[in-house]
């Protein structure tokens, strides 16, 4: 397998969906320093991208991403340079693991098989939300090798299960199974093996069948609380200020389809289904 392999972007397959998957299987899945860089790019491209509207993470080979490539880390030596990889946090610039620093700016899913350890963890907590195989395994792998969290782990993990379990999984580094991550909140949907892919598809399929501008928004507005406001005040005005803006271009043409019969009695038969 080639270097330019170890990334594959497919835009064309699924209109408007972007699949993202990491192919280094010999490795499972674990990211080297070109892989990282071509996973940002990967990414990158998405936000640039107007046709594309949800972005798919995935791994091939029935794995989702095991971390950090370790063997790679084991050849360096403690007065090596830092790569370009490992530069301190500069706004939205490439991490160790590739787009871990980025707020992806546009809805995100992460199809998990397999392990999502260490930095396959962190990855996976970069998307919105995660589809998990029945016998998928998070973890903090890393603890034992007294491999730090740098790639976002410690910032995300808290905000999406809470404080408590997030300690639990970082100061213990145990595995978690699927439906015990689906209880704390760290899974999404849980799936039968083999169909994480598939069930991403059609979760993003759904996404995009709705008023696009407004849904952004909305999802802006919960990170911007999520992370960046100052005070409940402060979200509030955030959330109003730029939903308000969305009622000329999309809410009152969704309206007047509510109006003429579309939608009633929560009905979501004129959008894609899960």
Not at 29 to 42: E, I, R
Not at 98 to 122: C, D, H, N
Not at 220 to 244: I, L, Q
Request: charged content about 20%; hydrophobic content about 40%; some cysteine.
């Amino acid at each position: 397998m080639t270097e330019e392999q170890s990334v594959i972007v497919d835009t064309v397959s699924h209109p408007g969906i972007s699949i993202v998957s990491i192919n280094r299987q010999q490795k499972k899945n674990a990211v080297d320093p070109t892989t990282a860089k071509q996973l940002y790019n990967a990414i990158l491209a998405f936000e640039e991208d107007a046709s594309q509207k949800v972005c798919i993470l995935t791994g091939t080979g029935g794995t989702f991403c095991a971390g950090a490539d370790l063997h790679q880390v084991a050849l360096k030596k403690s007065d090596d340079a830092p790569g370009e990889n490992l530069r301190p946090v500069q706004g939205r610039n490439l991490g160790p693991m590739g787009p871990s620093r980025l707020m992806v700016q546009k809805p995100m899913i992460a199809a998990v098989a397999g392990y999502a350890v260490a930095g396959g963890l962190e990855l996976s907590l970069v998307a919105d939300l995660r589809v998990v195989e029945e016998d998928a395994v998070f973890g903090v792998f890393c603890r034992r090798w007294g491999v730090p969290l740098i790639d976002s782990g410690t910032v995300r993990l808290q905000a999406i299960v809470g404080l408590s379990r997030a300690l639990d999984l970082i100061l213990t580094g145990r595995p978690v199974g699927s439906q015990e991550a689906l209880a704390m909140g760290l899974a999404n949907r849980v799936v039968p093996k083999g169909e994480s892919l598939q069930h991403a598809l059609d979760l993003a399929k759904q996404i995009i069948s709705f008023p696009e501008l407004c849904m952004n928004t909305d999802r802006r507005s919960c990170y911007y609380s999520a992370f960046d406001a100052s005070s409940f005040e402060d979200a509030m005005s955030y959330e109003f200020e730029n939903g308000s803006k969305v009622i000329s271009k999309e809410a009152i043409i969704g309206a007047a389809k509510f109006s003429k019969g579309m939608g009633r009695h929560g009905s979501f038969k004129e959008f894609s289904k899960l």
